[in-house]
T-cell receptor, first 114, second 117 residues
């Protein structure tokens, strides 16, 4: 069975600085997807970034980028130029191919200070 | 395009009652998944439906059931409610696994917050 581990329950960053959130996973599959979702307080879950395991190039979406290390089963999220609106719970998630079932980590609460 | 909608948004029930939650996916999406979110257990997968067929089921007791209709709308039902069923129930939709480039991205609804007293 696949598992996802987020070892940082809480992180904090100052506005305009850079922060990295960690995620490791365990799987015996070779083809899968990885995601970072953001859940602001009392608001709905939104997709931040996704990575296909067969792509070696790290995904990037504006200020958000990932460091995908397939052999190490590591998938960290880097947020550059942090903004107050980035404050939220961040969940790392794994999905096998041909299913929509997401396996989530326990989440990292990110605080952004002015 | 309208997003994923869930009704009701808030619900208070008592132990032993049953509840039905509804999810309307994004127009054109045929896959709907359900998750339970609690402070103690985090986000846990309940079911996955695609074209009215249950493709996957999480590790929940038989009191939790679901279905999907021909218009892709989905409902989940919890019978004989227990205090531990209090949670935020999230629904997500996608075009369907393996459907097109980027079709697998799931979009979440705002959730239904269930409180069992």
């Amino acid at each position: 069975a696949q598992t996802v581990t987020q070892s940082q329950p809480e992180m904090s960053v100052q506005e305009a600085e850079t922060v990295t959130l960690s995620c490791t996973y365990d799987t015996s599959e070779s083809d899968y997807y990885l995601f970072w979702y953001k859940q602001p307080p009392s608001r709905q879950m939104i997709l931040v970034i996704r990575q296909e395991a067969y792509k070696q190039q790290n995904a990037t979406e504006n200020r958000f980028s990932v460091n995908f290390q397939k052999a190490a089963k590591s998938f960290s999220l880097k947020i550059s130029d942090s903004q107050l609106g980035d404050a939220a719970m961040y969940f790392c998630a794994y999905r096998s191919r041909n299913t929509d079932k997401l396996i989530f980590g326990t989440g990292t609460r990110l605080q952004v200070f002015p | 395009k309208a997003g994923v909608t869930q009704t009701p948004r808030y619900l208070i029930k008592t132990r032993g009652q049953q509840v039905t939650l509804s999810c309307s996916p994004i127009s054109g999406h045929r896959s709907v998944s359900w998750y339970q979110q609690t402070p103690g257990q985090g986000l846990q997968f309940l079911f996955e439906y695609f074209s009215e067929t249950q493709r996957n089921k999480g590790n929940f007791p038989g009191r939790f059931s679901g279905r999907q209709f021909s218009n892709s709308r989905s409902e989940m039902n919890v019978s004989t409610l227990e205090l531990g069923d209090s949670a935020l129930y999230l629904c997500a939709s996608s075009s369907g696994p393996g459907v097109g480039q980027g079709g697998e991205t799931q979009y979440f609804g705002p959730g239904t917050r269930l409180l069992v007293l």
